[in-house]
């Protein structure tokens, strides 16, 4: 990744996936740009050699690949202000702002601006991220770019653009999600005998390993699942005492409440 890249409105989402950036030996802090209305709140980049800036122009002037982070309302104006710059610089625009469609970014630029929408989550701060992309006017030169961009953050995946907001539930608003399920396995572990360290490190590892079995085995979850519930167990037993609590039905219901907010 030799492209200098810009985040303007790096708010917790830009700052995770600056981090993630410089945590690549690929990539040297030279190459980033960071904007903020209050600079000073991104003092641990700038000792790191990061350019830190309030002016979103000159950050835009100095970018290859511009990424968008901040709120969705605020496009418009970020946009109209740097307008006369992605004319005449021809940056690759990456928006990070939900339920913001390539049709009115590109009525904000012009019908030919390269655009990306793009989907990550916090765990880019660790280089874990899952970035759902989609995309227009790129070449495959550009296209390969972004995806390298954020292939140094996780692992990238391309979508179709109407399952963007679907993307933003399940992935960013998904970690959310599994750290709660973590919080409580946590306070049930207390009530059974752990201090809260011992139970989280059980915990945090137990997540960890079930996520990578179902990435290094590619089993269905309810196959490992299987391999766990013996007859008459005790993990069958507190299975179906959360089934009769609607365990499953509520995490389902959670992520089509988070859809429908997004959708309106």
Do not use: W
């Amino acid at each position: 990744m030799k492209k200098t890249i810009a985040i303007i409105g790096a708010g917790n989402l830009g700052k995770s996936i600056a981090k993630g950036l410089l945590k690549n030996e690929n990539f040297k802090a030279e190459q980033l740009i960071l904007t903020r209305r209050q600079p000073e709140t991104l003092h641990e980049f700038q000792s790191l050699g990061v350019t830190i800036t309030s002016d979103n122009r000159l950050a835009a002037e100095k970018a290859d690949i511009l990424i968008l982070g901040v709120k969705p309302f605020t496009v418009p104006s970020i946009l109209h202000e740097l307008k006369d710059i992605l004319e005449s610089k021809r940056p690759t625009v990456v928006s990070l702002a939900t339920g913001v469609t390539l049709d009115e970014i590109s009525s904000l630029t012009s019908s030919d601006q390269v655009i990306f929408r793009a989907m990550p989550n916090i765990a880019a701060d660790i280089q874990e991220s899952i970035t759902c992309l989609c995309s227009r006017n790129e070449t495959d030169q550009q296209r390969d770019e972004v995806e390298d961009l954020f292939n140094h953050i996780g692992e990238s995946i391309s979508i179709d653009e109407a399952l963007m907001e679907a993307a933003t539930v399940l992935g960013a608003c998904g970690i959310a999600y599994v750290l709660r399920f973590m919080r409580a396995m946590i306070q049930g572990g207390i009530q059974i005998g752990f201090d809260s360290n011992t139970a989280s490190k059980i915990v945090n590892q137990t997540v960890k390993g079930a996520a990578e079995l179902m990435i290094r085995s590619e089993m269905h979850p309810e196959e490992a699942i299987d391999k766990v519930t013996t007859p008459k167990g005790c993990t069958i037993v507190g299975l179906n005492e959360m089934e009769h609590h609607g365990f499953s039905s509520s995490m389902v219901r959670g992520v089509l409440a988070s859809f429908e907010k997004i959708e309106k």
